[in-house]
């Protein structure tokens, strides 16, 4: 069966940084196209970067230049560093999978989802 765990949230300063990870099993990993997510209370999920197995990253504009999204296949791992954060980037941050490189930022587009990681920005 397939499970990805999220790890590397906390409280964070504006302007500070974290980073994510999430572990793979059960995937063939190297095939995946690989996406973060993120959801505030009582708003909608959005999606936040992807990449696929090309190691080529998308991201939504608000993050640009602040979050790197990367992959270790070696370790079935995807990561997101984020710098550089805001109060809006607070949210449950999630990892999400899809056996495909085209580039999906609808979350009924992913099969797979993690139990997400909380991350809090305070001023």
């Known amino acids: 069966q397939v499970q990805l765990v999220e790890s590397g949230g906390g409280l964070v300063q504006a302007g500070g940084s974290l980073r994510l990870s999430c572990a793979a099993s059960?995937?063939?990993?190297?095939?995946?196209?690989m996406s973060w997510f993120r959801q505030a209370p009582g708003k909608e999920r959005e999606f936040v970067a992807n990449?696929?197995?090309?190691?080529?990253?998308y991201y939504v504009d608000s993050v640009k230049g602040r979050f790197t999204i990367s992959r270790d296949n070696s370790k079935n791992t995807v990561y997101l560093q984020m710098n550089s954060l805001k109060l809006d980037d607070t949210a449950v941050y999630y990892c999400?999978?899809?056996?495909?490189?085209?580039?999906?930022?609808?979350?009924?587009?992913?099969?797979?989802w993690g139990q997400g990681t909380q991350v809090t920005v305070s001023s």
């Open positions: 059960g995937l063939t990993f190297s095939l995946t196209s």
């Open positions: 999400a999978a899809r056996y495909s490189d085209s580039i999906r930022v609808s979350e009924y587009d992913y099969n797979y």
């Open positions: 990449i696929g197995r090309n190691y080529m990253p």
